[in-house]
Structure formats: structure tokens, C-alpha cells
């Protein structure tokens, strides 16, 4: 890997370069976070929460706080969110269905250790079957990685009888089976859309897949 060559974080699914001098430091280490989720999964939570690791850049909002703190956005869509801090480690999912800003159904879960793609991509999963089939919907999920995966890769790696060109497909389990239930849902479309940006019901199932960690809702 040359110096400039560029990483897609595992935690956020954001492209970034890593230091030439920290790679001249440790020959031969790829790193898989980028530098902010790095350093976010080693903060301290606020009081109150219960788990002792922060969620990497989470503002660890209940549910009332996001409403009231943002406006921005798409008011309908289903809106897809999954963390885990440490990553591996304790992680939840968040899936929130709107429509013209009203909250139609909206689900959760949490994994006591897990890693951030899988609960990522869980919360796709969860996600579209909050819609009714036939139902025409856009499913956001603030993890290029996993948007990429299904809207990208997959088609290639199931030609392949669900293999990548390299190996095996990393969390196989979870990355076929949302796949078949996106292909079989042409009503639906996938798209991402920016962490912490102003999104309200980004923000919103953020603090679902978060909630885990928080002894309020």
C-alpha cells in the first residue's frame, strides 16, 4: 500500500489517507478506522450512560432531544443506523420509518458484542420491512460501506456464487440476505445520506442504535 493510497474506514465507511509517518511507524499495519473514530471510540460517555466506552462520535441524544434539536433533511424514508464502541464490541441497531415527518413504525436491537458494519447493515435489514411491500420508499443508512455493498458489490459477488474476486465476503450472513431482500423490493431505494449533519431522523435513528448505552430512551 503506498502512502497516499486511499482506506475506507469500518466504522464510519468514509474514505480517508492515513499518515505516511504513522505507516512508517508500524510496517505492514493497515488501519481500519479513520483518525476521528479512532480517537472517538476511546472517550468517556457523558454521566448517566451505562456503558463505560463512548460510541465513536455519538451525541448520545435520547429520542426527545434529537426531535427538538434538529429540523433538517428528508421528512420521509426509512432511516437505517447501527454503532458498537468498542468496534468489536457492545453494539446496537436503529430503524425508523417516516412519512411527510410523522413516525410510522420504527424498530431497534442490540448485540453485546458485535462490530459497526454488522449492526450497520442489520438495521438495513430491519429497515425495509417497516414497508409495507409495494410501498415505493427511499432506505437511508449514513454507512457508504454498506450502501456501496449492496448497491455496488453484492450483484457481483452472488454471480460469483458469493465470493469476492479475493475471498471469502465479510459478513456473509447478513450482506446476503439483505441483498435478496432488496433485489426482490424494486419499490425501494437505497441510498446514504451524511452522519451528523443536520438530519433529523438520521439523528433519530442514531439514537435508537445508540439507546443501548443510555438508561433513557
Same mark, same amino acid.
Given at each position: 500500500m503506498s502512502d497516499t493510497t486511499p482506506l475506507t474506514c469500518a466504522s464510519c465507511g468514509q474514505?480517508?489517507?492515513p499518515s505516511p509517518d504513522l505507516l512508517a511507524r508500524y510496517p505492514g499495519w493497515t488501519p481500519k478506522e479513520c483518525p476521528r473514530c479512532y480517537r472517538g471510540g476511546r472517550t468517556r460517555t457523558r454521566s448517566g450512560s451505562r456503558?463505560?466506552?463512548? !460510541?465513536?462520535?455519538? #451525541?448520545? !441524544?435520547? !429520542? %426527545?432531544? &434529537? !426531535?427538538?434539536?434538529? %429540523?433538517?433533511?428528508?421528512?420521509?424514508? &426509512?432511516?437505517?443506523?447501527?454503532a458498537a464502541?468498542?468496534?468489536?464490541?457492545?453494539?446496537? /441497531?436503529g430503524a425508523v420509518y417516516v412519512v411527510d415527518g410523522e413516525v410510522v413504525a420504527q424498530d431497534r436491537g442490540h448485540e453485546p458484542h458485535t462490530t459497526n458494519n454488522r449492526m450497520e447493515l442489520t438495521a438495513l435489514l430491519h429497515g425495509i420491512e417497516l414497508v409495507p411491500a409495494g410501498t415505493p420508499a427511499v432506505v437511508y443508512s449514513d454507512s457508504n460501506l454498506a450502501v456501496r455493498t449492496i448497491n455496488e458489490w453484492a450483484a457481483g459477488w452472488a454471480?460469483?456464487?458469493?465470493?469476492?474476486?479475493t475471498g471469502p465476503v465479510e459478513n456473509l450472513?447478513? &450482506?446476503?440476505?439483505?441483498? #435478496? %431482500? &432488496?433485489? =426482490?423490493?424494486?419499490?425501494l431505494d437505497v441510498r /446514504?445520506?451524511? %452522519?451528523?449533519?443536520g438530519n433529523r431522523w438520521n439523528e433519530y435513528?442514531?439514537?435508537?442504535?445508540?439507546?443501548? =448505552?443510555?438508561?433513557?430512551l
Open positions: 474514505t480517508f489517507t456503558d463505560a466506552a463512548a !460510541l465513536a462520535g455519538e #451525541e448520545q !441524544l435520547t !429520542l %426527545a432531544e &434529537v !426531535l427538538d434539536k434538529y %429540523a433538517g433533511g428528508p421528512d420521509s424514508g &426509512v432511516f437505517t443506523d447501527g464502541s468498542p468496534n468489536p464490541g457492545p453494539g446496537g /441497531w454471480a460469483r456464487g458469493w465470493r469476492r474476486k450472513d447478513l &450482506v446476503r440476505p439483505l441483498y #435478496e %431482500a &432488496v433485489s =426482490a423490493r424494486p419499490e /446514504w445520506i451524511k %452522519a451528523h449533519a435513528a442514531d439514537s435508537l442504535a445508540t439507546a443501548y =448505552a443510555r438508561d433513557q
